[in-house]
């Protein structure tokens, strides 16, 4: 990996910084953007977005993977635990482990969706960034669940409009600490990056709306089991949102859960599961449904909760 460090030219002033940078460096807007949401570009010292205007005289750091991050080739890996739920000729929906990120980025080298299908001799669509093709949505490498990838370009398309004009359903199983009021609700609260911790995102006035729907399934003496359904879909909204409840997941103490309780749970990541996505298939607009159960770490959990009952 390497490092690039410049200052903002007068002439890009005001711009925004997918399209100042890729000027600047010769990148697609799409391989910029990519940078961006994983951490990898910063505007004087600072974490920066995609959208985030230029100011000239201002310096920018950008981390670049070796040898050119728009020509990685995607290498085949298998993936422990990774199962495939279904596949056509559009799609394919998997059941992802935890461990596992989803497509490889800049300071990751552990196993990733993208290589585990690969491994299985499953072609995905070649739309999208060289490292995320195919890829219309994400989850967290410490998130299990089910999760759709594109096959073909058109799939691509259709699903990538699908979620960006939250047409498609996304329920999550989630266990927070205590006892949210009132049990069942909506947070509608704005998300970006954490103002000091460029590894994770906050409740942030100037952030990108952000709304999350939840209703309690269980209560626990010390926790709550929730379903959660996402409007949006921002990087880690459920966990910064719950813990700017002050009921962060079980088990991630990243976001402020008890290390304690995590322990006496076994848990060493959140207590959060994708559970079912529906969506319209891009073949014929038929809606379709897909769930996966919580893996054993998770239904573990949730049992010695329930033994405390």
Do not use: N
Request: proline residues 7%; glycine residues 10%; hydrophobic residues 40%.
């Amino acid at each position: 990996m390497s490092q690039r460090t410049l200052p903002v030219p007068d002439g890009l002033d005001g711009m925004r910084l997918d399209a100042g940078l890729s000027r600047m460096l010769g990148l697609s807007r799409t391989v910029v953007a990519t940078l961006a949401e994983d951490g990898a570009v910063r505007l004087d010292g600072s974490p920066a977005a995609k959208s985030d205007r230029l100011v000239a005289g201002t310096w920018l750091e950008v981390d670049l993977p070796d040898p050119d991050v728009g020509e990685r080739v995607v290498t085949a890996e298998a993936v422990e635990g990774l199962v495939v739920l279904h596949e056509d000729d559009e799609i394919v929906v998997v059941d992802k482990p935890v461990g596992v990120a989803v497509h490889p980025s800049p300071g990751w080298g552990g196993p990733t969706v993208v290589a585990g299908l690969a491994a299985l001799g499953i072609s995905i669509a070649t739309s999208g960034a060289a490292e995320r093709q195919g890829i219309v949505h994400r989850l967290d490498a410490g998130t299990t669940g089910v999760m759709v990838v594109a096959k073909s370009e058109r799939a691509y398309s259709v699903l990538k409009d699908a979620f960006r004009e939250r047409t498609v359903s996304k329920t999550y199983l989630a266990v927070v600490q205590g006892h949210p009021d009132p049990s069942d609700g909506t947070i509608d609260a704005p998300i970006d990056r954490h103002p000091k911790h460029d590894w994770r995102f906050a409740v942030m006035t100037d952030g990108k709306p952000s709304v999350t729907h939840y209703r309690t399934l269980e209560a626990f003496p010390a926790a709550s089991l929730l379903e959660v359904e996402l409007e949006t879909g921002r990087t880690h909204q459920i966990r910064v949102h719950f813990s700017a409840l002050r009921h962060p997941c079980v088990g991630d103490t990243a976001y402020g859960a008890d290390p304690t309780l995590s322990r006496r749970l076994g848990l060493d990541r959140q207590w959060l599961h994708a559970h079912r996505l529906g969506f319209h298939h891009p073949a014929d607009g038929r809606w379709v449904e897909f769930t996966s159960e919580p893996p054993p770490d998770l239904a573990h959990a949730l049992d010695v909760l329930r033994a405390a009952v």
